[in-house]
C-alpha cells in the first residue's frame, strides 16, 4: 500500500502499478527475497478457516441437518456429486473425491480472498501456489493411470485408437506435448494468470483514483467517480472468476483423472 | 520500513519474472494443502459420508418398512377374503346337506309309515284269516254234530258211533264241495 502511494506522491506523471507490485514486503524477512509474506500467511489461514468450517458443519452428524450442517453438506455434496460423480462417475468417484474437495476449496478461499477488503490479495496471483497444486494433480493422474493399466497407459494416452498408421507420426507427438507437457502448464498458468490480472485491474482502479483524486482541478477530481464505477464492476466480474476458477481447476482435475481411469475407451 | 520497500522494488525491476516462483511460497502451499488433504480424508470425507449413508439408510429403511406394512396388510387382506369364500362355500355346504338329510328323514319317514301300514294290514290279514280258518273248522264241526243230531232224529238210528258219524258228515261236505266246484264251473 505504502509502494502504491508513492507514484502519486511527486504529482507529476501517473505511473500504473506493475507486477512487481504484486510483491508485499515480507512480513518477517528473511535473507534478501525471501521471508515470510502475507500470501503465506494467507494460505495457512486458509487451511485453517476450510478445516474448521467442514469439522464444525459435518460433526452432528444429523440425519436432519441444522443450517450449519446444511450449508457444508450443500458444499460438500457439490463437489462430492457435480464435479466427482458427473465426471468420474462409477464406484471409483468416491476415492477421489477428498482430493477434488480439498482442491475447490482450497483454491476458491485462496481467491476469494482478493475479494475481501484489506485482505485484497488472492494468494494464486503468485505463481508458486498454482505450480503445486497442478504439479500435484499432474502427478496423481499420472500414477492413476499407471496404476490402472500399468506402462500400457503412455501408450494409450498418446497413441489414439482409430487413426490410420501414416497420420500417427503426427498425432502421436501432439498427443504427447497436449497430454504431457502442456496439460500442466496450462493448468497452473490458467488459475494464476486470472488471478494476477484480476489483481493488477483493481490495484490499477485502486491508484488510478487515488491519483485522480489529489489533482487540484476539481472536473479532474471528479472524474475519479467514473474509475470508482468502473472498478466495482471490475470487482464484482473478477468475484465471479474468482469462484469459476476454482471450479475450472477442480472439473479440469477431474476429467484427468477420468482420462487416466478410462485410458482403455479414450 | 519504506526503504526496504523501496529498494526491493527497484531491486526487482528487471529480476521479477512473474512465471518465476517463490520456492518458500511453493513449500507454504505444498504443505499448506497436503495438512488440509489429510484433514479431509482423515475427518471431514468420512464424516459426510457416514451422514449421508445413514441418511439414505434411513430413508430406504422407512420405504422397506412401509413396503412391508402394505405386503402385510393386503396379505391379511387376501386371507380374510379367502376365509370369507371359504366360510360361504361351508354354508352353502351345510344347507345343501341339511337339505339333503332332511329328504332323506322324509323318504326314511314315509318308507317307514308305509311299512308300518303293510305290516298293519298284512296282520289284519292274517287275523281276519285265521279267525276265518278257526270259524270255519268250528262250523264244520257244529255243523257235523248238528247234521247228525238231526239226521239221527229223522232217521230215527242213533249216530252216536262217531266214526261213522265223521265218514257220513265227511262225505257230505265232500258232496257238498264237488256240487260247489261244478256249480261253479
Known sequence: MIALALPAQDSGSFTPPGIDEMHLPAILPWGAHDGFSKQMLLVILSVVIIATFFILAARKQQLVPGKLQFAGEMAYGF????????????????????????????????????????IQLPSFSHVGGAYVLAGIVY????????????????????????????ILPIVVPIEIISNFLVRPVTHSLRLFATMLAGHLIVMLAGSGIEFLIMQENVLLKGTSVLVLVGAIAMYMLEALIMALQAYVFTLLTAIYIEGALHADSH | MNQLIISAATEGEEAT???????????VVLVGFAVLLYIVVKFIVPMFEKTFAERAEAIEGGIAKAEKAQAEASAALEEYKQQLTDARAEANRIREEARAEGAQILADL????????ARITEQAHAAIESERQAAVVSLRSEVGTLATTLAGRIVGEALTDDERAARVVDRFLADLETQNAGAAK
Open chain 2, 110 to 117: 314315509k318308507a317307514k309309515a308305509a311299512a308300518e301300514s
Open chain 2, 17 to 27: 519474472n512473474p512465471l518465476v516462483p517463490n520456492v518458500w511460497e511453493m513449500g
Open chain 1, 79 to 118: 463437489v462430492r456429486n457435480s464435479i466427482a460423480k458427473d465426471i468420474i462417475g462409477g464406484k471409483d468417484f468416491i476415492k477421489y473425491v477428498p482430493l477434488l474437495f480439498s482442491l475447490f476449496f482450497f483454491i476458491l478461499v485462496n481467491n476469494i480472498y482478493g475479494a475481501i477488503p484489506v
Open chain 1, 139 to 166: 502427478f496423481t493422474w499420472i500414477i492413476i493411470g499407471i496404476k490402472k493399466n500399468g506402462l500400457k497407459y503412455f501408450k494409450l494416452a498418446t497413441v489414439p485408437s482409430g487413426v490410420p498408421w501414416y
